[in-house]
């Protein structure tokens, strides 16, 4: 995957949503799409890769780790309609990155301003546990999309998208320290490349960290807040 190959953010996107490249993967979120949570049998589910959302010229990129079986994988919007969504869009409306603090659904009325929210692996995977080579695989769409967007801070959220997004920065022509920069909440590091970049990190927004207040949402919009004045993205209020 090269962003050679796309001229604009829209154009990757949808390419992306009809990707087939990881067999495991294409089962998975199509026989979750069939067989349904009861709560939602009465809902289409999306069942296809879940593209990146936010405007195409955003600052700030989150990188989460994948779609969530019955969140993104329903309703086709990164972190929409489950529990980690629901933190998460809390604390970008606090800081003043969207115009409301819920995801539902696609056609709720959410806007982001200034960041875009993506994942190192596109579609849900078993447990929320991609493989290496699955990750590996899905590494150009995000390589793409970040030469596309160019931003100018990195908000990891969790150790996977960490590690996933080191080597990626790496791939594209970021200076990555050696030792290799540690994840850790409240991590930043500043990264020489193409262009100025400031790494983040943040614990992840799953319901195993924020139900046993690993993560509270003063915490994650400290983070987020930080990574938005790096970046320049200005607060709608």
């Known amino acids: ?13 949808a390419a992306l949503v ?21 709560a939602y049998r009465d809902e289409e589910y999306w069942g296809r890769p879940v593209p990146g959302i936010g405007p195409a010229d955003a600052s700030l990129l989150v990188v989460g780790l994948a779609p969530a ?20 869009f809390a604390a970008l409306h606090a800081v003043g990155l969207t115009n409301q603090p819920t995801a539902v659904h696609r056609d709720d009325g959410l806007t982001l301003h200034g960041v875009r929210i993506t994942a190192p692996v596109h579609c849900a995977p078993p447990d929320n546990k991609p ?9 150009g769409w995000l390589r793409a999309e970040l030469a596309l967007l160019r931003p100018r801070a990195v ?3 969790g ?15 970021w200076t990555i320290p ?6 850790g909440h ?42 938005a004045e790096a970046a320049g993205a200005a607060p709608i209020h």
Request: charged share 25%; with cysteine.
């Open 1 to 13: 995957m090269d962003a050679a190959g796309f001229s604009s953010v829209a154009e990757l996107d």
């Open 155 to 157: 908000v990891a959220l």
């Open 178 to 183: 050696r030792p290799r920069p540690v994840f």
């Open 131 to 139: 493989t290496p080579a699955e990750r590996d695989t899905c590494s």
């Open 18 to 38: 009809d990707c087939r490249a990881c067999p495991r993967l294409v089962e998975w979120r199509e026989r979750v799409a069939r067989e349904k949570r009861a």
């Open 69 to 88: 079986a019955h969140g993104g994988n329903r309703t086709g919007r990164m972190f929409t309609g489950d529990r980690s969504g629901d933190v998460l």
């Open 159 to 173: 150790g996977f998208g960490w590690q996933a997004l080191l080597p990626v920065l790496g791939s594209v022509g």
């Open 186 to 227: 409240g991590a930043r590091v500043e990264l020489a490349g193409p262009w100025p970049l400031q790494l983040f990190g943040s614990y992840h927004v799953s319901q195993q960290n924020t139900f046993t207040g690993r993560l509270t949402p003063a915490m994650l919009e400290d983070v987020l807040r930080a990574a």
